[in-house]
């Protein structure tokens, strides 16, 4: 996946925007959301190579909300996977241009699989990107600064965030293998669960992870008087919020009675990994 992006962000040529591109979208990562289309995909019967192209693409569209994320106005990091954050090093105009550019690179790259195909990708990751998603839960997420929301809110900040589009990216691997509506419905199930484990596990990180490990600030949400699972739950809490979700995840995967264990071997990692 990492050769495909390469080759897909290098023919857009040279210049400071492409270049800024590549800087965030090559970046070292989890590749958390194409390596879970890649998990649905098997999961659902499919085989071959189709869906390396949408899962990539769901890359771009990630690269795209971390820097956006990023930014003075919302998170204001300067630390992203071990390197100095897009705006730091190419300052905020550029940045935001591309993470713009990489949004548009993302689903342009949907939009070019066959037929109805790319029509119901887009249809699912522009809703995962927008007023319901990332972009409504970011926003939500400024809105409670400085104070303590309640539960559902909470729920509803790192649904749009975080969970959106990874329900998005297990949701294309469904779509790319042919999925009929069972097993659609048995993956959503799965990546809602898994959605809610990482991103406890985030907050959990944020507030016990080493930077050097983590590859981002530590701190930077308490510094910033954001609510979190840990805020709201405590330490022990969280982590008992993480493992119940995680677990959940695991059952609607092993209900699937797929041969492939990737998508219970995720549910694992989302819980243990140090970054």
């Known amino acids: 996946m990492d050769d495909l992006l390469r080759r897909r962000l290098e023919a857009l040529g040279a210049g400071p925007l492409p270049d800024a591109m590549r800087y965030s979208a090559l970046a070292p990562g989890k590749r958390m959301r194409p390596i879970l289309a890649l998990a649905a995909f098997r999961a659902a019967g499919g085989a071959g190579d189709a869906i390396y192209g949408p899962a990539c693409a769901l890359e771009l569209i990630h690269a795209y909300s971390l820097v956006h994320d990023d930014l003075p106005d919302f998170d204001d990091d300067d630390l992203r996977r071990g390197r100095h954050t897009s705006h730091i090093v190419h300052g905020e105009p550029l940045a935001l241009a591309a993470g713009f550019a990489l949004l548009t690179e993302g689903l342009a790259w949907l939009g070019e699989a066959h037929g109805e195909l790319s029509r119901d990708l887009l249809r699912t990751v522009t809703r995962a990107v927008g007023l319901g998603g990332m972009i409504g839960g970011q926003y939500l997420d400024l809105l409670c600064e400085g104070r303590e929301p309640e539960p559902g809110e909470l729920l509803r900040i790192h649904a749009g965030k975080t969970g959106r589009l990874i329900e998005a990216a297990v949701d294309t691997g ?56 840990v805020s709201l739950y405590g330490l022990d809490g969280a982590r008992r919020r993480a493992h119940e979700a995680a677990a959940r995840g695991r059952v609607e995967a092993r209900a699937l009675r797929v041969r492939d264990d990737l998508l219970v071997q995720l549910a694992d990692f989302v819980i243990e990994r140090a970054h």
């Open 174 to 229: 469904a779509l790319v293998a042919g999925a009929d509506s069972r097993v659609r419905a048995g993956l959503a199930r799965y990546a809602e669960a898994l959605g809610l484990a990482f991103q406890i596990a985030d907050d959990l990180l944020d507030a016990l992870g080493v930077e050097g490990v983590t590859g981002k600030s530590m701190g930077t949400d308490a510094a910033a008087g954001k609510a979190t699972f």
